[in-house]
């Protein structure tokens, strides 16, 4: 039975010299998640461990290497969510996990669906999830472009999404949020149906961009709800980035499997990193833009 995986670096401008970083990145991360995937694990896995490459490198805005809050502080934001069970998990504002994406997958394997700030940050602890000193997050270049800028603004957010050999979907996203963020300003990241959605019925999403604007389309439901009508991945993606502009501006990407196993990806910046493998594939393809 087939299978497919794709990845996202955040929608936002690429420049040259980090062309190079953020393929190897993405394709690294797909290749991850294929691992699993071949072996007939799970779609959940497989996000997982992609979002895990991602969150470790400092080429990303997630885990080592998150944008700095306006106190100079990292608080993340993370979300799963698989489609067979409409199970899901999440945290929000979390400080000192060095995996938010692991945390939210323990979220999920409780009767609660998001967590936040301190109490989730003892229940990662309780839980197993690796802590570290919150300032073990901070990578020296985002230090220097926080101080450089004063200006809120998002950057490269990282997701997975992906289809397993049982026909079951999965999707997750993770995130330092906006630079220069108030302290406790939660994103579209880590809220179902707005950063992420996963319905075996219509396919997988994760978003990436202006939190606030993908919050009041509730983009990620408005695709999976495209995709639940027939609508395939790629059409439904660029159909909900489009209607965004329209109805409140903003920059926004965006990567989906549809319930055929068709990979998706829109974004209205002028980059957004991706990686994706299908069983079809012996490794991972990666870009920094949609080729039309
Ligand atoms: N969507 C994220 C947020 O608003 C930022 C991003 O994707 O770059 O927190």
Not at 40 to 53: P, T
Request: hydrophobic share 40%.
């Amino acid at each position: 039975m087939a299978w497919a995986i794709i990845v996202h670096g955040g929608a936002h401008p690429v420049a040259d010299d980090k062309i190079d970083a953020s393929d190897r990145a993405c394709g690294a991360a797909a290749d991850a998640g294929a691992a699993i995937l071949e072996k007939g694990g799970s779609a959940l896995d497989a996000v997982e461990a992609a979002i895990r490459v991602l969150e470790d490198d400092p080429v990303f805005n997630a885990g080592y290497g998150s944008a700095l809050n306006a106190d100079g502080e990292v608080e993340n934001d993370a979300a799963i969510m698989e489609g067979e069970k409409l199970a899901a998990g999440a945290v929000a504002s979390i400080r000192g996990v060095r995996h938010p994406i692991s945390a939210a997958r323990k979220v999920m394997e409780t009767e609660h669906v998001l967590l936040s700030g301190e109490g989730a940050r003892r229940f990662a602890e309780q839980s197993g999830v690796e802590l570290c000193d919150p300032t073990e997050l901070i990578d020296e270049e985002q230090r220097r472009e926080w101080e450089a800028s004063k200006k809120t603004r998002g950057s490269d957010t990282v997701g997975a999404v992906a289809m397993d050999s049982r026909g079951v979907f999965a999707a997750g996203t993770s995130t330092g949020g906006l630079m220069h963020k108030r302290p406790g300003r939660i994103g579209d990241s880590p809220l179902v149906g707005l950063g992420l959605y996963a319905d075996n019925s219509a396919g997988a999403v994760s978003m990436t961009g202006d939190g606030e604007m993908i919050m009041r389309m509730a983009l990620a439901h408005r695709i999976t709800n495209s995709m639940c009508n027939g609508i395939d991945a790629d059409r439904a993606s660029e159909e909900a980035i489009a209607a965004m502009e329209r109805r409140v501006g903003g920059e926004a990407g965006c990567i989906a499997i549809d319930r055929h196993g068709q990979l998706g990806q829109a974004h209205n910046t002028s980059h957004m990193p991706t990686g994706w493998r299908t069983s079809e594939m012996a490794s991972a393809a990666a870009s920094v833009k949609k080729e039309h």
